[in-house]
């Protein structure tokens, strides 16, 4: 299982502005400089994170972003929605997928439970988790 470049950028992008808590926020260039994140690339993060409102531009246009909610309050589920809808780490637990083997397929249980465990370590992990361990680690 391999999750997406833009859910990693997604959540680097949130743990920038939340480790930048100001009332004006931080803007798109600085948080491309400090991720080493193309402003382009950026963009797209940016708008994806909007529309699942994560963040929000602090005075309108041409201003900072910051959170929607406090980082405690926020996933890592939630920041991976962003960008993919939900997780399926093999094809047939997809909702669309039909399987002629379905109700006979000892493996499908097993694919289902560590789907299970990976989404609610997600949904256990927080925005605030990460900052933690940021100011942790460059102390």
Not at 49 to 58: F, V, W, Y
Not at 70 to 88: M, Q, R, S, V, W
Not at 103 to 110: E, I, L, T
Request: glycine letters at 4%.
């Amino acid at each position: 299982m391999k999750f997406n470049t833009k859910t990693r950028y997604g959540v680097r992008t949130m743990l920038e502005i939340a480790i930048h808590d100001a009332p004006e926020g931080i803007y798109q260039k600085d948080i491309a400089k400090n991720q080493e994140i193309s402003v382009r690339y950026l963009d797209h993060i940016i708008a994806a994170l909007k529309t699942k409102g994560l963040i929000i531009n602090s005075r309108g246009r041409k201003s900072g972003y910051v959170l929607t909610r406090k980082p405690a309050e926020i996933t890592l589920y939630d920041i991976h929605n962003a960008f993919e809808h939900g997780i399926n780490i093999v094809d047939c637990l997809a909702v669309s997928k039909e399987c002629k083997k379905e109700n006979a397929c000892a493996s499908k249980y097993f694919w289902d439970e560590l789907n299970h465990i990976i989404v609610n370590y997600l949904k256990s992990k927080t925005l605030q988790d990460l900052v933690d361990k940021h100011h942790e680690i460059v102390k």
